[in-house]
């Protein structure tokens, strides 16, 4: 069996599995448990509302902390949106999603999916330089940088990949197969899971936070 | 077998003129590689080759890598260099039969040991009485013949990685040549068939410079396995612009364009397909409006189906992702409830904590 061959078969079989048991693990032991009941008066008769509002209200930071964050919320924009395009847009990820699912699309040309690529992979080391340059701001752990570099990868091995940069290109696929099964195998697992979290987080803290009459 | 004649000699006999001939060079040493200064060189010095001893050995296969060398359209050099080579044991050419057949190999063994080639094409059955040749196992005569062999040409990619008699579930447990025989050089053309220039440009090569062409790390030509079809098709601009054909009669199909989606393997398989081609080049599979199906890679019938794209996993996704959904089901539950049940003792202990000291105050 070849590196992509297994790559392409039990590496990645084996990682789709863990992520989908492990994401459906951590959302049910999570979202299955109770919180105590607040006596308290509610000091906003709409506050449940408020805080569903705050899912979206939260997409971009309030005015008194724009100019601190503004940085790393337009990077971290520019990644994902990039990121999103490489992701759901360029033909072979469509070719692999629909042997998953069967669901299929137009896909776009190589050229925007290399351009959205060297996008998303510039702003993600926009982002760690950040990070690395003001550690007093982030306190980071090794979760953060892991979580990075699982992210890197796959969009590093996906650019050499098409650019025939280095190995050939067999051996450059089965890397970006490995690279992106890495990624699902730890996304349960890490950082990676604000995918979800983001929105029971926001949903949590708008809802606290109206009760007890907060402006959000 | 005479060993007079030359290769020059012959090809003026039946016809080939020198100009023709230093064409066939340039183009064979373009083909491979060669420094362009060479072409005389190689020129003079096939020119005035003797006939090289060839035997040529067939297993486990159906004949298509012969039939590939000499079905072709109109009689070409590189068939004409075929005919030249005195091919002393060819099961589907020789006259002979039976023990005379038999016979004419071990004289060319015995005649010319250490110096012929042996040609093989078919793979191997480990398990011997699958596949016998005058009642000598295809392993035994295999091991007998390759031991005074110079070199071993694996043709077809079922004596160079086993084939289709290898896919699973490999009933007769077949072998490739370089499974078998591990102490003499073996130049792998593999190719369901292979190009027929790659099998006689070897073999010029051998007769010119005296050695083996530099192979890849399966054992290939780098000059015909060095590059990815992908890399050299003409349907690669199509690609690159996100044109594809959806299926084999829509109009994707009719424009030409990209075949990728409907399981073309020319991103994962090295081969001269797209730039030799066939027929004295006058197409090859793609051009024909069929995607590559990988021939001339190993276990290439293992490898998906045929109409498998690349990116595709190779698993059951259906049930081993329901599966895996069950199984976070079930973990999710099980943690939730222990964390429930532990939140509860949490909530009785500080209970009974907080009513103890007001009892003990009552006493």
């Excluded at chain 1, 939260?58 to 601190?68: G, N, V």
Aim: charged fraction near 15%; aromatic fraction near 10%; include cysteine.
């Amino acid at each position: 069996m070849t590196l992509l061959d297994y790559a392409r078969g039990p590496v990645i079989q084996a990682a789709l599995v863990i992520m989908i048991a492990g994401i459906i693990w951590r959302l049910l032991g999570v979202l299955v448990l109770t919180r105590a009941a607040d006596l308290s008066r509610p000091r906003d008769a709409f506050g449940n509302f408020k805080g569903y509002r705050t899912v979206f209200s939260r997409a971009w930071p309030s005015s008194e902390f724009l100019t601190a964050t503004r940085y790393q919320t337009v990077m971290a924009y520019v990644f994902h949106l990039a990121t999103l395009v490489v992701v759901i847009g360029i033909v072979p990820h469509i070719e692999f999603i629909q042997g998953l699912t069967g669901a299929s699309w137009p896909g776009l040309p190589n050229g925007v999916g290399v351009a959205c690529g060297i996008i998303a992979l510039a702003s993600l080391v926009a982002l760690i330089m950040r990070r690395l340059t003001k550690p007093a701001v982030y306190c980071s752990t090794w979760g953060d940088y892991f979580a990075w570099f699982v992210v890197a990868m796959p969009l590093v091995t996906g650019l050499m990949a098409f650019a025939h940069l280095g190995p050939r290109y067999e051996t450059l696929l089965a890397l970006h197969i490995l690279a992106a099964a890495l990624f699902f195998a730890w996304f349960p697992f890490g950082k990676l899971m604000h995918a979800f979290w983001f929105v029971f987080s926001r949903a949590q803290s708008g809802i606290a936070y109206a009760r007890k009459g907060v402006q959000i | 077998m005479s060993k007079e004649i030359s290769l020059g000699g012959f090809l003026r006999s039946q016809g080939i003129s020198r100009r023709a001939f230093l064409g066939f060079c340039s183009t064979l040493a373009s083909a491979m590689t060669i420094p362009s200064g060479m072409i005389e060189v190689m020129a003079k010095t096939l020119e005035q080759t003797r006939r090289p001893a060839v035997i040529w050995l067939s297993f486990q296969e159906c004949t298509g890598c012969t039939e590939s060398l000499l079905r072709s359209h109109a009689p070409s050099i590189e068939s004409l260099i075929f005919d030249f080579i005195s091919l002393d044991y060819h099961h589907t050419l020789q006259a002979a039969s039976g023990s005379a057949a038999e016979r004419a190999r071990e004289e060319t063994m015995h005649r010319h040991a250490g110096e012929y080639l042996v040609l093989v094409d078919g793979s191997v059955p480990k398990i011997r009485h699958y596949s016998t040749i005058a009642g000598v196992s295809n392993l035994d005569m295999l091991v007998e013949t390759a031991a005074g062999a110079a070199a071993i040409l694996a043709v077809g990619t079922c004596s160079a990685y086993g084939g289709l008699p290898k896919a699973n579930p490999n009933p007769t447990q077949a072998l490739s040549i370089g499974e078998i025989i591990k102490d003499k050089p073996i130049v792998n053309i593999p190719g369901c068939p292979p190009i027929p220039l790659a099998i006689t440009g070897v073999i010029a090569y051998y007769l010119t410079m005296g050695s083996l062409p530099p192979l890849d790390h399966l054992g290939r030509p780098l000059a015909f396995f060095g590059e990815n079809i992908h890399d050299r098709c003409y349907r690669r601009p199509f690609y690159d612009r996100g044109l594809f054909a959806e299926s084999f009669d829509d109009e994707g199909a009719r424009k030409g364009w990209c075949l990728y989606k409907l399981g073309c393997k020319a991103p994962e398989t090295y081969n001269a397909c797209a730039h030799v081609k066939w027929n004295q080049g006058t197409s090859f599979p793609i051009q024909s409006g069929h995607g590559c199906i990988g021939c001339s890679e190993p276990d290439f019938w293992d490898r998906g189906g045929i109409y498998t794209s690349t990116p595709q996993g190779r698993f059951d996704s259906e049930l081993s992702l329901t599966l895996a959904a069950s199984l976070g089901v079930v973990v999710g539950a099980g943690a939730a409830v222990l964390a429930r049940r532990k939140k509860h003792r949490v909530e009785q202990e500080l209970a009974d904590e907080a009513s103890a000291p007001e009892s003990q105050t009552s006493t």
